[in-house]
């Protein structure tokens, strides 16, 4: 793993988009895996702006993304379609044919996970996978559980996710409580993982990550067996692993 410790939120961004254009730049047709929620939007503006800038192209890219919520429309402004659109896909020059996020609305939602699983083996998984972190270590929508789950799949959400999420609606009763989610074994499967955190909120999740013992019940320390994992993150969100005498990247 390498860490890298940023000073704050905008250098954090910064570092991402940096990893991420530079696989568009070696691949210009790579698998990019993507993820929502407020850590990545501003990297998300740092493509943007490389974009405008005519530093990158995502004419040849292809994407996958983490999750969406169950029953949201791609319309719905909370919609994590809606969110990809909004804070990436309709700012850069990507094809929306080779934009792919699960559909909430699939009538069949466990057919639609397993064709979400068959699309992304197709790709060959992701090139680089992007990925934020849950409070309580969840990656996409990967809950502590007590076994991982491999493939795509309907997940029940917790009341801790369910209630970070609230700022985003109107009340924590209009969060949905269920979501599909990549599964762990596509995760892992992807050739290169991004992962980003900011704030002391993530601290203990991004320790355990890094330091604790493998266990379901904080799905990200499954990254521990992946052979090429990149955190980007703040001194808040590090200041555990720092403690805890881990070498950063500065
Ligand atoms: P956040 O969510 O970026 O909004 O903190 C991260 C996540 O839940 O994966």
């Known amino acids: ?56 192209s995502f004419k040849e890219v292809h994407s996958v993304n983490l999750d969406e919520y169950k029953g949201l429309a791609p319309t719905h402004d909370q919609s994590y379609r809606y969110f990809m659109q909004d804070n990436l896909f309709n700012h850069v020059d990507i094809d929306p044919a080779n934009t792919n996020v699960p559909n909430g609305l699939a009538e069949d939602a466990e057919a639609e996970c397993a064709a979400y699983d068959r699309l992304v083996e197709s790709f060959g998984y992701a090139d680089l996978q992007l990925l934020g972190i849950g409070n309580n270590g969840h990656i996409g929508f990967n809950e502590p559980d007590s076994s991982f789950t491999k493939a795509t799949h309907v997940v029940d959400l917790t009341e801790s996710t369910i209630s970070a999420n609230a700022r985003f609606f109107e009340s924590a009763n209009e969060v949905p409580r269920q979501a599909l989610t990549m599964g762990i074994g596509c995760i892992m499967a992807a050739r290169r993982i991004l992962l980003v955190a900011n704030g002391a909120g993530k601290a203990d999740a991004l320790y355990n990550t890094v330091c604790g013992p493998i266990t379901p019940e904080c799905p990200a320390t499954i990254l521990q067996l992946h052979k090429d994992v990149v955190i980007v993150a703040d001194e808040a969100a590090l200041s555990k692993v720092i403690a805890a005498g881990v070498a950063v990247c500065r």
């Open 1 to 56: 793993m390498r860490i890298y410790c940023e000073k704050d939120y905008q250098a954090m961004s910064r570092r991402a988009a940096n990893i991420i254009a530079a696989e568009i730049i070696r691949k210009p047709d790579c698998v990019l895996g993507l993820a929502t929620g407020s850590t990545p939007v501003g990297t998300y503006k740092e493509l943007i702006a490389m974009y405008q800038q005519g530093d990158v």
